[in-house]
């Protein structure tokens, strides 16, 4: 391996070992809480390592900086900390920073603009909402959005002064370099297919242009009347077919970076991809300016008071990035395939429950906003953050399991190294799959294990089975065990996105209500058992009052009756 690869490496060891700790000192600062206050058993959670390898020796990241020679790792820890600064209640400055020098060293990452924008505006908006409802006028509210807009923007325009500075100084113009950031004229789909949507509508347009050059004879061959075949109507739908069926695209499958376009259906442009991924995106953006505005107009517990809760319990930050990453691998314009990387990278992170919290009081803080605090998983092993948000081991396993299959045909197909990272993955399974770090019950379903075991076989057919048993053919379509990886992982991939895309549009229409915005069964559950015990406490309560007064009813009425009964209300008095 590359020493500057593995030196690259170590950013990220670094940022994931210190959020994979600190998450599990909260867990377990939570869970002991839950403990003394719960007489249920809380769920195990597995040791700090398991998290930072799941998010350090990714196979992915494997696959793709260390046999595939780039240099990722120091982007995701970039990532990484900006989304857990952006999830503390002051962390707003460094989550500026951190995102600002992460879109300026890769600008793939500038989808998540919109996010990070309206989770600060929000910030800004409830430092204004709290100094009015503190008995400030406009005034004072418009300086108090000030007070953190303003280092904000300084903040984000250093970072990016520096980072483009030398070039607007020895370049007359920026074009070129814009040019080359944002090279539209590659075309829609990359040259391997990314397990996306449009590799599904490319898939598609394939199929149905093969189906129409076969059919196209045939349908011109039908015996219709003379009558039926000289309308207006026949001869269009008899033109159409023919120019259907002659178009062959512009090489969808040849393997090379260019200018495509579809041989049937109509093909996107790069607004229209913006324009998917922003519809996508919007529950998370509402959630993220939602949730910015009702961590910031929170009032503190150092004034004595507890910050009540917001109208609606919003996601986490971490949430919100990686679903909005998800969505612009789905929906994006000429996304490459290595560009899910960050969102396993944050799913991996998510899966034992991630930081919400810069400290012991925020910590408090954010238990009393959200009810019961723990944000654990469901008791189905499912994986819920108690907001209708998936998250847990299978959460994570059934997105990886697609999404790392597709990182394969990246590799050269020499034996040596498929093998090895085909290895990677089925070691990435089955340390999933392990009990000592799923603590649910069961840990994975048939149709999960059963997905596994398909995809080991696709790629055994894929590289053996295909240029072995038809060699004539496997020459004539070399593109043919690329394009099927694609096509099986993107429906994995996309069935994993539409899913979370239902769970974040759910949250977003209902809010708090039901399962959509987000009381967890296991906060009814605590609730229930609150409400019991407040209603048996204040029938003792009740109980001893009424003792108390007939006691001293009777000692009133008649004292040598109480002086005969001294044993019988001694007893009373101590209850009450």
């Known amino acids: 391996m590359r020493l500057s690869a593995v030196a690259a490496d170590l950013a990220l060891a670094a940022v994931a070992w210190r959020l994979t700790t600190s998450t599990k000192s909260a867990k377990g600062a939570r869970t002991a809480r839950a403990t003394a206050t719960s007489p249920s058993p809380s769920r195990s959670s597995p040791p700090p390592w398991v998290p930072f390898l799941l998010v350090f020796a990714s196979p992915g990241l494997l696959i793709v900086d260390s046999i595939h020679f780039q240099y990722n790792a120091p982007l995701l820890a970039l990532l990484l ?3 857990s600064a952006a999830q503390r209640r002051r962390g707003d400055l460094a989550a500026a920073a951190a995102f600002a020098a992460l879109v300026c060293s890769k600008h793939l990452f500038a989808c998540l603009g919109p996010l990070f924008a309206l989770h600060l505006l929000g910030r800004c908006l409830g430092r204004g909402r709290a100094a009015l409802d503190a008995g400030g006028g406009v005034a004072a509210a418009v300086a108090a959005s000030a007070s953190l807009a303003t280092p904000l923007a300084a903040v984000v325009a250093a970072v990016v002064a520096v980072a483009f500075g030398p070039f607007a100084l020895s370049m007359p113009s920026l074009a070129p370099l814009l040019g080359r950031l944002f090279p539209f004229g590659r075309g829609l789909l990359h040259a391997y297919w990314a397990a996306n949507a449009w590799a599904l509508v490319a898939g598609a347009d394939v199929a149905l242009s093969a189906a129409l050059r076969a059919l196209a004879p045939r349908v011109g061959a039908l015996p219709l009347p003379a009558a039926i075949k000289a309308t207006a109507a026949a001869r269009a739908s008899s033109s159409l077919l023919s120019s ?31 324009l998917c991924v922003l519809l996508a ?33 919003t996601p986490s930050f971490a949430a919100a990035a990686q679903y909005c990453l998800l969505c612009s691998f789905v929906w994006g314009y000429h996304v490459h395939e290595k560009a899910i990387l960050p969102v396993l990278a944050l799913a991996a992170w998510r899966a034992f429950g991630e930081s919400d919290e810069g400290g012991e009081e925020e910590e408090e ?26 998250r847990g081991p299978r959460a994570y396993f059934r997105l990886s399991l697609p999404a790392l299959h597709a990182l394969l045909p990246l590799l050269a197909p020499a034996p040596a190294e498929r093998a090895t990272a085909f290895l990677l993955l089925v070691a990435h399974a089955l340390f999933l799959f392990s009990e000592a770090i799923g603590g649910v019950s069961p840990p994975f379903s048939p149709l999960e294990r059963a997905a596994a075991v398909f995809l080991g076989s696709l790629e055994v057919a894929c590289v053996a089975a295909w240029p072995l048993a038809l060699p004539r053919l496997a020459a004539r ?100």
């Not at 517990?301 to 910050?307: D, F």
């Not at 009813?553 to 004292?559: E, L």
């Open 365 to 390: 803080e954010q238990e009393e906003r959200d009810g019961n605090g723990n944000g654990d998983d469901g008791d189905d092993g499912n994986g819920n953050d108690g907001r209708g948000i998936a």
């Open 477 to 576: 379509l070399p593109f043919a065990p690329l394009a099927l990886t694609s096509l099986v992982c993107a429906v994995g991939v996309c069935g994993c996105w539409l899913a979370d895309a239902l769970r974040w549009w759910r949250v977003a229409l209902m809010g708090g209500v039901g399962g959509g915005g987000g009381r967890g069964r296991n906060e009814d559950k605590e609730e229930t058992k609150s409400a019991a015990a407040a209603t048996s406490k204040e029938a003792v309560a009740a109980t001893a009052a009424a003792s108390t007064r007939k006691a001293k009813t009777a000692t009133s009425a008649s004292p040598s009756l109480a002086a005969r009964r001294p044993r019988r209300a001694a007893p009373a008095a101590a209850k009450a």
């Open 244 to 274: 259907l069926a002659g178009r062959r695209g512009s090489g969808l499958a040849s393997g090379l970076v260019q200018q495509t376009e579809f041989a049937v259906l109509p093909t996107p442009g790069a607004g229209t991809a913006a």
């Open 281 to 313: 995106q919007a529950p998370a953006l509402l959630s993220a300016l939602r949730s910015g505005f009702a961590s910031a107009s929170a009032p503190g517990r150092r004034g004595g008071r507890s910050p009540p809760p917001p109208p609606a319990r």
């Open 81 to 83: 900390l900006a989304v």
